[in-house]
């Protein structure tokens, strides 16, 4: 039995093993060719490791196109992702307290046609969304693409509610009877109790946004405007020759702060849920 478990273990881990390889082969792969002379990565395209390594993708890549550095388009980048984030924050935790712990007419509506927008695909808001921006006079400018967080957003609105559900509402009574408002209740019971939630909806929020690509090539017309998505769709230019060592450069650095973002954060997600798991029991 310690032999057929033995081996039964020793399968799955080199299966598993395996599928991850698979799995993670094309980042390798983008790394590896980040390193690569132009003719290496079209001779020699299933090597991982680079026969030379040269660091001339990054410096052509960092240079960016029209006089227009990627300093630039990850400024941009930074600015729509941090915007859109504090946005959904600020908006998503308030409307989730509303509808959760205030009682007012019409709450159950509101709820409903909040969560029937989860519903609608996204290309059928795109034409009306654009002749109100337009109207608005927000095209080419961060204003369409920030503003509207600040509304708040369906799938974290949800995400809150669950948790703030969670949170027993004999904290609000026992806080009510002690002369404790609406908002003071909502910033020292439900906040501090919201914590994995927030913790999750940052990871989502500035993902979603970093890598966002329909929004900007919608209402953003100037290169300087650009973020880094859009602009390593515009520095791939199909009309000329391609420089796909230095595409692949800025693509790999355009993954940096995604992954410092999500392993900076686990770990308070992860301790927020167990710190919430434990004061529960």
Do not use: C
């Not at 079209?42 to 890549?61: A, D, Q, R």
């Not at 949170?167 to 909502?186: N, R, T, V």
Request: proline share 6%; net charge positive; aromatic share 20%.
């Amino acid at each position: 039995m310690i032999k057929k478990s033995l081996s039964f273990y020793i399968i799955y881990y080199i299966l598993i093993t395996i599928f991850a390889f698979v799995m993670v082969y094309p980042l390798l792969w983008l790394i590896g060719s980040s390193f690569k002379t132009h003719q290496e990565i079209f001779s020699n395209m299933t090597s991982l490791i680079p026969k030379k390594i040269t660091f001339e993708n990054y410096i052509e890549g960092w240079k960016g196109f029209g006089g227009i550095t990627f300093a630039t388009f990850f400024k941009n980048s930074f600015i729509l992702s941090t915007g859109v984030t504090i946005g959904v924050l600020i908006s998503s935790t308030m409307i989730a307290y509303g509808l959760s712990r205030i009682a007012f007419p019409g709450r159950n509506f509101w709820f409903t046609t909040i969560m029937l927008t989860l519903l609608l695909p996204g290309q059928v808001l795109i034409v009306p969304r654009y002749i109100l921006f337009y109207k608005l006079g927000w095209v080419n400018s961060f204003k369409p693409l920030i503003i509207p967080a600040f509304f708040g957003g369906p799938f974290f609105i949800f995400l809150m509610m669950q948790f703030i559900r969670g949170i027993p509402y004999e904290y609000d009574e026992a806080a009510s009877i002690d002369g404790a408002s609406k908002y003071q209740i909502f910033w020292y019971i439900i906040l501090p109790g919201l914590k994995p939630a927030i913790i999750t909806s940052i990871i989502f929020a500035f993902y979603w946004t970093w890598d966002d690509f329909m929004g900007p090539l919608l209402y953003l017309n100037k290169p300087e405007l650009y973020p880094v998505a859009l602009a390593l769709k515009a520095f791939a230019d199909p009309t000329t020759i391609t420089n796909w060592g230095a595409v692949f450069a800025m693509s790999v650095l355009s993954l940096v702060p995604i992954f410092f973002i999500f392993v900076f954060f686990q770990k308070y997600m992860e301790a927020g849920i167990a710190t919430t798991s434990v004061s529960k029991l």
